[in-house]
């Protein structure tokens, strides 16, 4: 079956860094595209970025913009966000979610989820 397991997640201070990490198995990668999304306690859930297949293409909240990176390496089912310049309102779970033939843009056009890591910074 089809498991995706985020990693990577912790507490940071204001201006820190983070490296989520999601490793997939149980599907062809590489004919996925990515995505991630956040939740906030009390909010909905968000679109953080999504990436292409081959990676060449990325996507981004503009609230990340510029801060967070995307990237891929489907030589190891893995896709990655690269979180810089962090804000306490960047406090959430983070999800990694597939999307086979769906929008990237919102949750609905993702297939699978993983079970989220939660990344608290602090002010």
């Known amino acids: 079956q089809v498991q995706l397991v985020e990693s990577g997640g912790g507490l940071v201070q204001a201006g820190g860094s983070l490296r989520l990490s999601c490793a997939a198995s149980g599907l062809i990668f590489s004919t996925y595209r990515m995505g991630w999304f956040r939740q906030a306690p009390g909010k909905e859930r968000e679109f953080v970025a999504a990436?292409?297949?081959?990676?060449?293409?990325?996507y981004y909240a503009d609230s990340v913009k510029g801060r967070f990176t995307i990237s891929r390496d489907n030589a190891v089912n893995t896709v990655y966000l690269q979180m810089d310049s962090l804000k306490p309102e960047d406090t959430a779970v983070y999800y990694c979610?597939?999307?086979?033939?769906?929008?990237?843009?919102?949750?609905?056009?993702?297939?699978?989820w993983g079970q989220g890591t939660q990344v608290t910074v602090s002010s």
């Open positions: 979610a597939t999307a086979r033939n769906g929008g990237i843009w919102s949750s609905g056009g993702y297939d699978y």
């Open positions: 990436i292409s297949w081959g990676g060449g293409s990325t």
